[in-house]
């Protein structure tokens, strides 16, 4: 039997001691498993599916499908290991109204506490509002790289010059010191488990700032003294 689930968010925990795979039950992620438990969740609106195991105290294999039955489902997305981890997680874009057979296996058959966590966000949103702007000149020497939260992202990815140099669920990053009188390029992917959006292209520069001329000097402008060892003196700028 299928428990259903609901919501854009949520987490049940079960177990899967005891279970076994059914008649017409496909291998899930193509690893062989044994003892699997199933729930059903729909999607209230469109948006961006992601599910995962994390938590659970065994091996697990995670698949999600759609379909009438056993013997007609078809594979959405699987996962047997997500990352270095022996959980799993699966993400993939969702039409409201669709019905999700999402099932939870362990690897060789194995058992134990079962944890599935589930959450719908809205698909990658543009990245704006930089600051710095682009081709702004700034006297800081220390940047604080900010912008606008991008709807649906999960995480940043902040390249300069380039390069990668962080990957953050921020929305800002901090430089500690860059070199005067350059130019920098920068640049924010904003991303979650169903894709992403690449910002534009920004640009900023930085020049220290210019200090006026010195002044209250001594000896002053035209000054006689008859001293003949002098001390050269002005007011700080």
Do not use: K
């Not at 690893?31 to 065994?58: E, K, M, N």
């Not at 220390?142 to 999960?154: E, K, R, V």
């Not at 920068?186 to 894709?195: F, H, I, K, L, P």
């Amino acid at each position: 039997d299928r428990e259903v689930i609901a919501g854009v968010l949520g987490t049940v925990t079960g177990s899967n001691d005891a279970a076994t795979s059914e008649p017409f039950e496909p291998v899930h992620a193509g690893v062989p498993g044994g003892a699997s438990v199933w729930w059903t969740w729909t999607a209230p609106v469109d948006g961006c599916f992601s599910i995962d195991t994390f938590g659970s105290s065994f091996d697990t294999i995670l698949a999600v499908y759609t379909g009438p039955g056993l013997g007609s489902l078809f594979e959405q997305a699987s996962n047997d290991n997500f990352g270095t981890t022996h959980t799993s997680r699966v993400g993939f874009e969702v039409l409201a109204g669709t019905d999700l057979h999402i099932a939870v296996d362990g690897v060789a058959g194995a058992t134990g506490t079962v944890v599935l966590n589930w959450r719908l966000t809205a698909p990658v949103a543009d990245v704006t509002d930089p600051s710095p702007f682009d081709f702004e000149t700034t006297s800081n020497q220390s940047i604080l790289l900010d912008w606008a939260d991008a709807g649906g992202a999960t995480q940043y990815e902040v390249r300069f010059q380039s390069v990668v140099i962080a990957v953050t669920t921020e929305s800002q990053y901090q430089i500690p010191y860059l070199l005067p009188y350059d130019q920098y390029l920068w640049q924010v992917t904003a991303r979650n488990d169903c894709g992403s959006t690449v910002g534009p292209a920004w640009h900023f520069s930085v020049c220290p700032p210019v200090f006026g001329p010195a002044t209250m000097p001594s000896p002053f402008d035209g000054e006689t003294t008859w001293s003949a060892l002098v001390r050269y003196d002005w007011e700080d700028t």
